[in-house]
């Protein structure tokens, strides 16, 4: 069963720090490129990062400087690591790799 699970969401102030993670299960992860998508309330899913397998990386300009995509070929895992939090961060994310989606998990930035 192919599988991803997000989590590390929540509640934090603004310029403030978390790190999410997903795990895969299932699925080939070494040759999947792993994405980290968000949606916010109204608006259409975006693209915020991604990592090929060799670890080439790409970002959506508003998160640039500011995050880190990360993946662990031996953990079937990859991370979204976010500082300097803005309000407009607000949204759900989601974790994709191969096509397949995870749940998502919230991330609420507010003071």
């Known amino acids: 069963q192919v599988q991803l699970v997000e989590s590390g969401g929540g509640l934090v102030q603004p310029v403030g720090s978390l790190t999410l993670s997903c795990a895969a299960s299932?699925?080939?992860?070494?040759?999947?490129?792993m994405g980290w998508y968000r949606q916010a309330p109204g608006k259409q899913r975006e693209l915020v990062a991604t990592?090929?397998?060799?670890?080439?990386?790409n970002y959506v300009d508003s998160v640039k400087g500011r995050f880190t995509i990360s993946r662990d070929n031996g953990k079937n895992t990859v991370y979204l690591q976010m500082n300097s939090l803005k309000y407009e961060d607000t949204a759900v994310y989601y974790c994709?790799?191969?096509?397949?989606w995870g749940q998502g998990t919230q991330v609420t930035v507010s003071s």
């Open positions: 299932g699925i080939l992860f070494n040759i999947c490129i």
């Open positions: 990592i090929t397998r060799t670890m080439n990386t």
């Open positions: 994709n790799a191969c096509n397949v």
